[in-house]
């Protein structure tokens, strides 16, 4: 790919959240494409934001700032938040802004922790300033890139990566280029991570810096 870069990027470190620990789940289902577009993978830990649409008695489903809708399924361990307060399933309600990690099968999340934003936008503000660009059935994506984005860099590069240390990425990307569903973090041989987007038109990869410290996206 030619990618043109765009300098003077800056983006700020983003604090975590206080995601606790933990492991991969072994998946016994063959993951299928999410409806927002992008191509089939594994299961691996990742996460998206957005706004419930509706609950049940066995999770709930949102949108994202780009019109992806994914489903959550609630597991006996989920961890509740409101804001950085422990809460329970009750805090998530229609029309809450909403941060999930956990097990992502295409376009289905088996929550970890499930984070209420109080007043929050599901990431709509921070995916336009972004520029996140909503999939379209037979477009193809731009080839562009904003900030630091390492130029040797291949897809399939790296080794993924799950637990507190996968959704401590996930987190920082989905702050700065929300819209789109982290299904995988790759760590890279620099120490960076490659946050690999689904269902969106563009961006694809994220990269954040050892310290999840967002450098850049393409």
């Known amino acids: 790919m030619n990618l043109t870069k765009k300098s003077g990027v800056l983006v700020a470190a983003v604090a975590t959240v206080g995601l606790l620990g933990a492991g991969t789940a072994v998946a016994d289902t063959t993951p299928t494409p999410p409806a927002g577009g992008g191509p089939v993978a594994d299961p691996a830990d990742g996460g998206a934001t957005g706004i419930v649409d509706s609950t049940s008695a066995t999770g709930f489903t949102f949108t994202t700032a780009a019109g992806v809708e994914v489903t959550v399924t609630e597991q006996s361990s989920t961890r509740y938040e409101v804001g950085q307060r422990p809460a329970s399933a009750k805090a998530v309600k229609t029309g809450e802004s909403v941060f999930v990690v956990g097990l992502v099968t295409s376009d289905d999340i088996a929550a970890t922790q499930v984070t209420v934003q109080p007043n929050g936008d599901g990431g709509a503000a921070a995916a336009a300033a972004a520029g996140v660009i909503p999939f379209q059935q037979g477009q193809p994506s731009p080839p562009k890139s904003v900030g630091d984005v390492p130029s ?64 850049g996206w393409e």
């Open 152 to 215: 040797d860099y291949t897809e399939g590069d790296g080794t993924i990566v799950s637990g507190t240390t996968a959704y401590k990425a996930t987190e920082a990307a989905q702050k700065v280029v929300p819209g789109g569903i982290a299904d995988r973090v790759v760590l890279l041989s620099d120490g960076e991570y490659e946050v690999h987007n689904i269902g969106t038109n563009w961006p694809h990869h994220v990269f954040v810096s050892s310290d999840f410290t967002v450098l």
